[in-house]
C-alpha cells in the first residue's frame, strides 16, 4: 500500500515557472525524501529532510515540511524542459526500524513546455 | 566508483514461470532493497538485505525471495509468475553508516512483462 499521495498527479507548466508539488503520508516518520524518475527508469535522489526540519533548500529546490499535517511541499524554481519527470515523496517510517525502508507516494507527472 | 547495475533490462516471461534478477551494488554500499512499481504507481518496498540477512520485509508473499552474496550483490527470485507481477524491478543499496546512510542509490530497473 503506499503511503503517501502526491498532489497534483499531473502538472504542466512554461519553461520558466515554478513548479510545486504536495506530498502527505500518514504515519510518523524519521525523515521525507524527493526523488525524481524519468521515463519509467531508475530513481534519482533530489533532497532529504528530516523530522527535526521545516525547510531545506537545494539548488533550485526547496522542500518544507510539515510533521503535524503529515505533509510536505516540493517547489522547483525557474524550471527547465530538462525537468520534465515523474516526481515521488518518500518516507522512512519510524516503524521500519533499521530497515529505513522506503514508503513512496503515487508521484506527481510534471511536464515543462518549452 | 560503479553505480547500482541491475540485469537483465528487460525480461519476458509466461505465468507459472520463474524469474530471477540481479542487482550489483554500489561500492561500498552494505545494504540492498528491492522495490516493485507496477506502472503508473509509486515503488512498493518488497525486502531489504544487510549483510547476507533479510531485515525488513513488504507486504509480498513468499514466492518473493532474495539472497545477498558477500560481495553484496543481490538477487530477487519470484516462483509461480502471476499476471500481476508484471512491473519495474528496482534495486537500490545503501551504507548502514556515513553521511549518506539515510539515501538509497537506485539502479535502472529490470522491466518484467509475464503473459
Known amino acids: 500500500s503506499q503511503q503517501g499521495e502526491e498532489d497534483p498527479q499531473a502538472l504542466s507548466i512554461q519553461e520558466g515557472e515554478n513548479a510545486t508539488m504536495n506530498c502527505s503520508y500518514k504515519?510518523?516518520?524519521?525523515?521525507l525524501q524527493w526523488y525524481r524518475q524519468n521515463s519509467g527508469r531508475g530513481l534519482v535522489h533530489l533532497i532529504l529532510?528530516?523530522?527535526?526540519?521545516r525547510e531545506k533548500h537545494s539548488g533550485r529546490l526547496r522542500v518544507t515540511l510539515d510533521t503535524s499535517k503529515k505533509s510536505s511541499s516540493l517547489l522547483i524554481t525557474a524550471s527547465r524542459a530538462a525537468d520534465t519527470a515523474s516526481y515521488f515523496c518518500a518516507t522512512v517510517p519510524i516503524s521500519s526500524g533499521s530497515a529505513r525502508q522506503l514508503t513512496f507516494g503515487s508521484g506527481t507527472q510534471l511536464t515543462v513546455l518549452p | 566508483e560503479t553505480g547500482v547495475t541491475q540485469s537483465p533490462t528487460h525480461l519476458i516471461k509466461t505465468r507459472g514461470q520463474q524469474v530471477t534478477l540481479r542487482c550489483s551494488s554500489q561500492?561500498?554500499?552494505?545494504?540492498v532493497s528491492w522495490y516493485q512499481q507496477a506502472l503508473g504507481q509509486g515503488p512498493q518496498f518488497i525486502f531489504q538485505?544487510?549483510?547476507?540477512?533479510?531485515?525488513g520485509r513488504g507486504n509480498f508473499p513468499p514466492r518473493f525471495s532474495g539472497l545477498q552474496f558477500p560481495n553484496y550483490s543481490s538477487e530477487l527470485n519470484v516462483n509461480a509468475l502471476e499476471l500481476d507481477d508484471s512491473a519495474l524491478y528496482l534495486c537500490?543499496?545503501?551504507?548502514?553508516?556515513?553521511?549518506?546512510?539515510?539515501?538509497?542509490?537506485f539502479g535502472p530497473g529490470t522491466r518484467l512483462t509475464v503473459l
Open positions: 538485505y544487510y549483510r547476507e540477512e533479510e531485515n
Open positions: 504515519t510518523s516518520i524519521n525523515n
Open positions: 529532510i528530516r523530522s527535526n526540519e
Open positions: 561500492s561500498g554500499h552494505n545494504t
Open positions: 537500490a543499496s545503501s551504507s548502514s553508516s556515513g553521511s549518506t546512510k539515510n539515501e538509497q542509490f
